[in-house]
């Protein structure tokens, strides 16, 4: 195929990309003991040397409290930092660039650790389980913007594999704000080029949005504008730490995680989230497209709202670029950038498989690397952390 405006150089926010080829966030759980390690190192950077325009991290956890995941990396202490300053400055040694995925995942955190680094950054809200082990020792119930539960919901690593509870509602919201905004100033002092609000998939800022699991009356729920707020603020909090170089991630039509509303209604709340995001003159806005294998079906219905995300919200976008993600191969994407309907791809799963997929798309190579799918988000023992993870084969 001819790749030509896949490997135009992009600016985004402040950094030059060589391509429009970005890594997505994959959570690969090889961090043992929640620290960065030199295998991760060797992981990013074959990604880098193979050509990534832009990487964005997996998840990473600002405190103990992060992840019903065991092995997901952290961010709570100087070891942490210092483990991913290592890995930044070698991407960059490698010509890359990577951001870190602000992903919120669990609670509140506790202050067991230095008091720099005690907030809450990787957060599923309501998607916690009070049995998981962070959960646990941070002592902390499972937050979310109201008292509901998702439904279904299984826990693996938990012994029974229990669903989903009630969560708690969080009191003050501005009080997570201000954890974002220090685990930015950390992700900055870790060396990322810049940050990725996650307000996709059903996390927290993603269950502000929607008002099945928002039910608020105060300035955080009921109506579009109140809903829009929580991430809103989010993206002003995260750029005052790192100025333009902040992107967003947002799953309008996906159901996973047991959200999910009306076309209409979706259409109306995310397309006012995305023109007042728009305003913040963002590094760019990701928009994940349906994809009915992450669509839950609950009582035989899919949750999910199947309509064409790029259709639907790329004329609210004037001021920040625009890159699409799931499903999308090179050929699409060529299309896509060459039709003026995007700036740029992200992908996913053949980037875990292939650490030199840009290379491969530019000298015309097939993406032949089958995946190794019981180890895309676990190691194969203790003692195999490599298996799945940095033994896929090169072809340039």
Known sequence: MSAKNLFKPLQIGSLSLKNRIGMSALTRNRAEGTYPTELMKEYYVQRAVGGAGLIISEGILICRQGSPWPNAPGLWDENHVAGWRIITDAVHNAGGKIYAQVRSRLGHCSARSNPSFDFQLWHTGRLSHPDAPEQKLAGEPVYAPSAIAARGGKFRQLPGEPGFVTPTAIDDPRVLIG???????????????????????????????????????????????????????????????????????????????????????????????????????????????????????????????DHDVLEAYRPYIRNSKVFINTG??????????????????????????????????????ALNNPPNVPLLQAPASQDDYVSGYTDYPTAV
């Open 328 to 365: 999308v191969t090179p050929e699409e994407g060529e299309e896509l950038i060459s039709a003026g309907k995007i700036d740029g791809v992200f992908i996913g799963l053949n980037w875990a498989t292939h650490p030199d997929l840009a290379k491969r798309v530019e000298q015309g190579i």
């Open 179 to 305: 954890k974002y905004t220090h685990a930015a100033i950390n992700a900055k002092k870790a060396g990322f080029d810049g940050v990725e609000l996650m307000a996709s998939s059903g996390v927290l800022p993603h269950q502000f949005l929607d008002y099945n699991s928002n039910q608020r009356t105060d300035e955080w729920g009921g109506s579009i504008e109140n809903r829009a707020r929580f991430g809103l603020e989010l993206l002003k909090a995260l750029k005052d730490v790192y100025g333009p170089d902040v992107g967003v991630k947002l799953s309008p039509a996906a159901g996973l995680n047991d959200l999910g509303m009306p076309l209409q209604d979706t259409l109306n709340t995310f397309s006012y989230f995305i023109s007042e995001a728009d305003k913040l003159n963002l590094s760019y806005i990701a928009l994940v497209r349906y994809n009915p294998v992450w669509d839950a079906a609950l009582n035989g219905t899919l949750r999910g709202t």
